[in-house]
């Protein structure tokens, strides 16, 4: 598997056939963009969560500058779309079982049904916990017993980042499935919650502008995206915020 290091994250730069499964345990897939990025200098269980991750995937095309700017070297978009319809296919031409965790109730029905129009062959389950900051430990042990009773071949994980990334690394072993992989905004989009982004705006690397256009609250996420773009300049400089991938 080709992976580039960038800003000290080991990110997978390859198509997504050529992952390759542990079988005997879940692989956890996780996404890097310059807004987890930024998320992750200020929260070391996060960055944690990043650095473990089996595979990192690239979500935000941005977070590649640090790679083309340092390196020379692009890294493959394998943005969580991507990522979701690769293996929803992948797992539908198999006869496969699929698990969504996260959301509310209405937005994993809604995933559901339209699952089944788009992959008929697929058996689907969901849970949705809680919403709280932190789940206790009796949630944690019912999240997990509903999907170890469902045996799914994947779990995808929907509840806004950095919670998604941290409940996949530290829970995602005890999983009976092959794959843990954190999607977040996906779920709403694929219920129809919230519209799906054209993919004309993803061709020329402006899907955050649309989604600062639909979503004003996302605004907030910019002191973190500056982050990373500080970092990126100090580099330029020959001044290293960061430290190298293990």
Known sequence: MNKVECFGYQVYSDDLSNIKLFGNKATIINTISPNSYGIA???SKFKESLKGS????????????GSILLKGQNIKKNQGPDVFKYFMKYYNDNNGKVFFLGSTNKVLK?????????????????FSPPFKSEFCIEDNKEMIKKINSFCPNIVFVGM???????????????????????????????????????????KFRLAWLKRTMDRPEILKRYPNIGIFFFHLFLSLLGIKMYENAR
Do not use: M
């Not at 595979?55 to 590649?64: N, R």
């Not at 998604?164 to 989009?189: D, H, M, P, R």
């Open 54 to 65: 089996d595979i990192l995937v690239l979500d935000g095309v941005y977070f590649a500058l």
């Open 41 to 43: 200098t200020k929260d």
């Open 160 to 202: 806004t980042c950095p919670k998604q990334e941290k409940w996949a690394y530290e829970y995602g072993k005890s999983l009976k499935t092959e794959i843990v992989c954190s999607i977040g905004a996906v779920f709403n989009w694929y219920s129809g919650d919230q519209k799906e982004i054209h993919p004309y705006w993803w």
């Open 110 to 126: 809604n995933i559901q049904e339209r699952a089944y129009h788009d992959y008929p062959n697929l058996s689907i389950e969901y």
